[in-house]
């Protein structure tokens, strides 16, 4: 059985073939064949890729890929509304959580 999946990387800060490689790597314990989808996109393309891009994929799983020096990452708090936090969002209800 294949399952969508789709990374995700805002900021161009990382290579999603490292994470397209776990995946394959672990495909005989993941129970399931990973086709992957790479998206990468600039700061200013955050919102098109929330409002035009996501909702038209189908994904069954989604990894999103930020910074990992950022000081803070807001993408779950209520009051977050901008930027990463977006992004988050769109994959939540893109992926059905």
Known sequence: MSKQVHL???DSTY?????????????AKLCFD???????CA???????TKGIIPKLR?????????????????NE?????GYANIYRSLLVATGE
């Open 15 to 27: 290579k999603l073939d490292a994470v397209e490689d776990l995946l394959n790597a672990t495909k």
């Open 59 to 75: 994904m069954d799983m989604a990894f999103f890929v930020v910074h990992a020096h950022k000081s803070r990452l807001s993408i």
């Open 34 to 40: 990973p086709v992957v989808e790479k998206h990468y």
């Open 8 to 10: 995700f990387n805002c």
């Open 43 to 49: 700061l200013y393309q955050m919102s098109e890729m």
């Open 78 to 82: 209520d009051n977050a509304g901008i």
